[in-house]
Nanobody, 124 residues
């Protein structure tokens, strides 16, 4: 059974940092593009960042560019999102996702596997 499990969320003050992890199991994700999305209450799920299969290519939403860093460890089947200089507007449930197609996408509908999400709350 395929699983994506996020961890590392929590409550942090504005300006602080968190590191999210996404552990994948149940199949070989090493050839998949993977990404992070987030959803705040009353808002649609939005793209945050994506990373290519080998981790060479990354792409970020403008709202997080320069503050967040996406990475992956293919040997551990794990993806990470380093969140720096956090702002209250970054508060959301963060989801990791995997896409079997070897092309970059910012569209949530194009991702095939999803985790359950981890809550990030940034206080002002």
């Amino acid at each position: 059974q395929v699983h994506l499990v996020e961890s590392g969320g929590g409550l942090v003050q504005a300006g602080g940092s968190l590191r999210l992890s996404c552990a994948a199991s149940g199949r070989d994700f090493s050839s998949d593009y993977m990404g992070w999305f987030r959803q705040a209450p009353g808002k649609e799920r939005e793209f945050v960042a994506t990373i290519s299969a080998r981790g060479v290519f990354t792409y970020y939403a403008d709202s997080v560019k320069g503050r967040f860093i996406i990475s992956r460890d293919r040997a551990k089947n794990t993806m990470y999102l380093q969140l720096n200089s956090l702002k209250p507007e970054d508060s959301a449930v963060y989801y990791c996702a995997a896409r079997t197609s070897a092309r970059t996408s910012t569209l949530s509908a194009s991702y095939d596997y999803w985790g359950q999400g981890t809550q990030v709350t940034v206080s002002s």
